[in-house]
């Protein structure tokens, strides 16, 4: 159980934290992927919203200080950049997860050594990967700076690509470029979003039928932008100009339902006001901003209202009992 743990931890830092993409990190990722998403860390922490979001990987947690305490390793501070990469297809259930920054290999090597049986040792191509009981997926440190996790296969594959790069395809890293350069977290699907999610289940509920020109989408965009202000942008490529037309008109009605249903709430009002939906051919462009201290706001809102006990819920397992259902 200690050595899952750890497995989990590790596999979580890397991948769970979206300038240019490093060119380290994109010569790793497998040359079919179709689906890539990064983010810039070590820009981030400049900015007080990225210093919020690091913060909220509570210092307190046990999971987390077990994993500082075995290896010294701390994502919040060790941690510079993030990717995360796949063929994009949902039925391989395979990818990576990419990271640079400080790692003291020889210790958090040790430490999953000794956490227990569960953690296996295997060296390939001179590199150490630590996999779990079932060897179906692995932690690989290139070097100081550099860990792959993912898959197995997938790690291996990236192993073999330190010496013998093979690119993506044109198309990929040009999208790639773009968003990364521009976005300080971003990510980009050139595979149909909705071929993403497992299939349904024969006789599963359908989706409502306005939401159809969703399945249209061919290929996503997005990425969130930090400073003064936080501003996200998305687009979405159709199959037609009549269907980009008809999302829009989608988009453009859920926000409309979100404003009635946000007076009471100011800044989700404010973030809502500020969304911007263009459709330009087989485009769908739209993006939103909000200042930054308005945005932490809204976020600290959020977590005060869902918190357990929050006035106006009732913690699960605790049923008010009235004379209707008291037995």
């Known amino acids: 159980m200690k ?4 497995s989990v931890t590790l596999l979580s830092a890397f991948s769970g934290v979206l300038c240019a993409a490093d060119p380290t990190l994109l010569n790793l990722v497998m040359p079919d992927a179709k689906v890539v998403a990064g983010v810039n860390v070590e820009q981030a922490k400049g900015t007080p919203f990225g210093q919020w979001i690091l913060n ?14 075995m290896t010294g390793f701390d994502p919040r501070r060790d941690v510079r950049e993030v990717l995360v990469a796949s063929s994009g297809s949902a039925q391989a259930k395979t990818g990576l997860a990419l990271a640079k920054g400080n790692f ?11 956490a227990g049986k569960d953690v296996a040792n295997e ?19 290139l070097d100081n700076s550099t860990v792959v996790a993912g898959d197995l296969a997938s790690v291996k594959a990236a192993i073999d690509r330190r010496n013998s790069p093979q690119s993506m395809a044109a198309a990929t890293l040009v999208k790639i470029n773009q968003w990364s350069n521009a976005q300080d ?16 289940a024969p006789g599963g509920q359908q989706p409502p039928q306005m939401f159809a020109a969703a399945q249209n989408v061919q290929q996503a965009y997005g990425g969130i932008k930090f400073g003064n202000s ?26 409309n339902m979100a404003q009635m249903q946000a007076a009471q709430h100011p800044q989700a009002q404010s973030l809502i006001n500020s969304v911007t939906v263009t459709p330009s051919g087989t485009s769908l462009k739209i993006s939103a901003s909000l200042p930054e201290d308005v945005f932490i706001q809204m976020l600290e809102s959020g977590k005060a209202h ?21 037995k």
């Open 185 to 200: 977290a971003w990510g980009i699907s050139l595979v149909p979003p909705a071929t993403l999610a497992p299939a349904q």
């Open 3 to 6: 050595a899952q743990l750890l």
């Open 230 to 255: 936080v501003v996200m942008s998305a687009e979405a490529v159709c199959d037609t100009a009549q269907n980009a037309t008809t999302l829009g008109d989608l988009v453009k009605f859920l926000i």
């Open 123 to 141: 060296s390939y191509g001179g590199v150490t990967i630590l996999e779990d009981a079932k060897a179906t997926h692995g932690i690989a440190f």
């Open 104 to 114: 003291d290999v020889a210790r958090i090597t040790a430490a999953a050594t000794m």
């Open 56 to 69: 909220q990987i509570q210092t307190n947690d046990a999971g987390m200080q077990k994993l500082v305490d």
């Open 306 to 326: 869902a918190a357990p006990g929050a006035a106006g819920t009732v913690p699960r397992g605790n049923v008010r009992r009235t004379p209707q259902n008291r």
